[in-house]
């Protein structure tokens, strides 16, 4: 993902039929589709709150047992990970080869009638601002601050989301998740974005560093061989 505002598509609705599969979605419930700078990801907007604030991740299937919609689109194939935001569920699927075309009318099909059904949609543990504690100094409570109010909006913008994980020798640790994971931006990003802003306002920021949670890492692994072994 980019610091950058990406292009937005007309909107989908149930007055614009899906060619000829014959799905459609609820009468009130018109949904918005953006590219985001992951080819890989999509954004897909409802038009009403899914989370209403914060943002959840869900980078595997084995992660989604929190949400009844995330394990409905875990089912479509080619679908890799899914991300909830305030107003927004980014999508993001597995091979650049494999077409949006047939994965974007089951998701809005899936997202439709998720809405219809008034089901929570999650009952897991959200990510919201960055929490502060007694424990930090100034120095992480304005990198905090400035992650919450500068950086992780326009992040967001664009499907994904950043996590504070730490400040250690100068350094700050971050977690990229929705559109962000895989991107071919995220580096570009980390560094000219998101380190250059923090270390215009806050001088002890001398690097940024992106990290991962010892289980994402270890799903990662297993959906990686999982894909290899049905390619082959």
Not at 58 to 68: E, K, L, V
Not at 124 to 146: N, P, W
Not at 171 to 179: A, H, M, N
Request: glycine letters at 8%; a negative charge.
């Amino acid at each position: 993902v980019c610091l950058c505002h990406s292009s937005e598509a007309p909107p989908y609705s149930e007055r614009r039929a899906l060619g000829n599969t014959g799905l459609a979605l609820s009468r009130n419930l018109s949904i918005q589709t953006q590219e985001t700078p992951n080819p890989k990801s999509l954004k897909f907007l409802p038009g009403k709150p899914v989370l209403g604030s914060g943002t959840q991740d869900f980078p595997s299937p084995s992660s989604a047992g929190s949400s009844s919609l995330a394990r409905e689109l875990f089912e479509i194939e080619g679908v890799k990970s899914v991300f909830f935001g305030p107003d927004f569920i980014t999508v993001t699927k597995m091979d650049e080869d494999v077409e949006w075309t047939d994965i974007k009318r089951h998701v809005l099909d899936a997202i439709s009638k998720f809405f219809e059904s008034g089901d929570p949609i999650s009952t897991g543990a959200v990510h919201s601002e960055s929490t502060l504690s007694e424990d930090d100094d100034d120095v992480v409570s304005m990198i905090k601050e400035l992650l919450d109010t500068r950086i992780r909006p326009t992040v967001q913008e664009d499907g994904g989301d950043v996590i504070f994980k730490g400040f250690e020798n100068g350094t700050v640790k971050l977690k990229l998740v929705g559109s962000c994971t895989g991107c071919p931006s995220s580096t570009v990003t980390l560094k000219n974005g998101i380190q250059n802003m923090l270390q215009f306002y806050i001088p002890e920021v001398d690097n940024v560093e992106q990290v991962e949670d010892e289980v994402d890492e270890i799903n990662s692994k297993v959906f990686e061989e999982v894909e290899r072994k049905l390619q082959e």
